[in-house]
Nanobody, 118 residues
Framework: VELVESGGGLVQAGGSLKLSCAAS????????MGWFRQAIGRERDFVAQ????????YYSDSVKGRFTISRDNAKNTVYLEMNSLKPEDTAVYIC????????????WGLGTQVTVSS
């Protein structure tokens, strides 16, 4: 599965951005899609997940209540709507896909930069 992210940019603290991740290749075989982020000098962290089969969503504590993950089946696209952004949200946001429950995330996009200024 090929994943292409878009929608990153520079925003002031308190602002909003909406990221998109378009999947191609074998999108119908997906179990879940997720978003991760990696700030400079830090490890990659989980942000949110959307499970394709039952529509369940999961969020890290740091973004719960501010970020929303959603999908568009017709476009094989997953979105991450980010509100009330903080400078500590600054990172490269990376989309990932999982082919089966318990298998982890198999394919990864290249990422899109999100910068939140104070």
């Amino acid at each position: 599965v090929e994943l292409v992210e878009s929608g990153g940019g520079l925003v002031q603290a308190g602002g909003s951005l909406k990221l998109s991740c378009a999947a191609s290749g074998r999108p119908f075989s997906l179990y879940a899609m997720g978003w991760f982020r990696q700030a400079i000098g830090r490890e990659r962290d989980f942000v949110a997940q959307f499970t394709w089969s039952d529509g369940r969503t999961y969020y890290s504590d740091s973004v719960k209540g501010r970020f929303t993950i959603s999908r568009d089946n017709a476009k094989n696209t997953v979105y991450l709507e980010m509100n009330s952004l903080k400078p500590e949200d600054t990172a490269v946001y990376i989309c990932a896909s999982s082919s089966a429950a318990g298998s982890g995330f198999d394919d990864w996009g290249l990422g899109t930069q999100v910068t939140v200024s104070s």
